[in-house]
């Protein structure tokens, strides 16, 4: 952890190719702090131009939900002063496909969190 208190929790997904598989749920996240930005790397897709990511809370309420991420691109999201998003507890991260995709797509996702 820096001396700033922010700490960048990194992770890949994978989104594991199937017949109409369009949604990686990955669970088991243990976040603790205030989420000050996220930073969402979609890799090419097929038959399909965006991604959906979305950050839920242990009950599976939405915290924090960016859509329409162009495939290929890096979408970085900061949130001003005005924005707290607690984190407590175990959390998933949820990306869902505009379609299917037909092999495995692996995402990247960078939460910045201040402790």
Do not use: C
């Amino acid at each position: 952890m820096s001396k700033y208190r922010i700490q960048r929790y990194k992770q890949s997904i994978v989104l594991d190719f199937s017949d109409d598989d369009n949604l990686i749920v990955s669970g088991g996240h243990q976040l603790n702090g205030k989420l000050l930005g996220a930073i969402i790397t979609v890799p090419d897709l097929d038959s399909t131009n965006t991604a959906t990511f979305t950050l839920k809370d242990p009950d599976g309420n939405q915290l924090y939900q960016k859509a329409t991420i162009a495939k290929e691109t890096t979408s970085i999201n900061l949130f001003d002063a005005d924005t707290i998003i607690p984190l407590s507890g175990v959390h998933s991260i949820e990306i869902s496909t505009s379609g299917a995709q037909s092999a495995n797509r692996t995402f990247g996702v960078a939460l910045l969190i201040e402790r």
